[in-house]
């Protein structure tokens, strides 16, 4: 009897070894700061994990303060995705006490400064507290090294490198169709598209900077109106998680017409109900890139 009783014991200890927690079913835990990495960890890790977002449909991620919970939840995870840098201060301080693997996906990354790097020299006074630029995800290079490195962590490389290669094809796509614009302007809310902004060749004039709820004084706002104006810019992108009404304001006083331009920080829940996700919703920025810089 002292015999099966050892060996009972053993076994439970090496099903526990095994990652998981019984509130996920025996899957391997895994805690994300935010669309994005969750998105990729959900493709990667497939029915072998199972995650949680920690920022709600519809919410801003810059904005998101975590619960007892959701701390909690970070600290017993058995992976963590996070950006670090100072995109989610509290997550950061959060990871510090996890006692599983914490990884910072910018980690390895080719990173602009924080507000008033090169491209995005229209940026609003306010600065957020973000010593970098996060929005790694709006280039399809950069992020296809994120899931490379979400791999790499999960032990599934393989699984990665699908998820990469749809990602070459994203690629290959705006190559293709940003390749002969009249313009190469384009004008938005917050300065999220200076990553993709580089890589295809345009420039990014930006209302506010790497804070969506930034506010530019009244002297920066007259100067990207007039920036607006001299380059001839058609569209005004504002977004779907912060309100419009900057956007809208600048359209009106240049006579430019406003879209939507998604920087995918999140989903609503309606985007969610329509099955909607990133590979979706980058290509619908594609088209709307492709209207209003007339291309061809």
Known sequence: MGKRII??????????????????????????????????????????????NLTPPGAEPHDVEL?????????????????????????????????????????????????GHEGNEHAGDAESDASVDPHVWLDPVRYAKVVGRIGGALGRPQAARAMRDELEQLDAQF????????????????????????????????????????????????RV????REHGATTVFFETLVSPRLAVTVARETGAHTAVLNPLEGLTEEELERGEDYFSIMRANLAALRKALGCH
């Open 225 to 228: 109106v007039r920036e607006v």
């Open 175 to 222: 190559r293709t169709g940003l390749r002969t614009c009249a313009r190469h302007e384009i004008v938005t809310s917050h300065a999220a598209f200076g990553y993709l902004a580089e890589r295809y060749g345009l420039e990014e004039i930006a209302l506010t900077g790497l804070s969506p709820e930034a506010e530019p004084s009244p002297r920066e706002l007259e």
């Open 7 to 52: 060996l009972i014991l053993t076994l439970v200890a090496l099903v526990a070894g095994c990652g998981g927690s019984a509130s996920s079913g025996g899957r391997t835990d895994i805690v994300a700061a935010f669309y994005p990495l969750a998105f990729a960890a959900e493709r990667v890790g497939g029915n072998a994990v199972s995650v949680t």
């Open 67 to 115: 619960s007892a919970r959701d701390v909690e939840r970070v600290r017993s995870a058995d992976f963590v995705f996070y950006l670090g840098s100072g995109f989610q201060p509290a997550l950061e301080r959060a990871v510090e006490g996890a006692s599983g693997k914490a990884v910072d996906a910018l980690g390895g990354l080719d990173l602009h400064e924080g507000d």
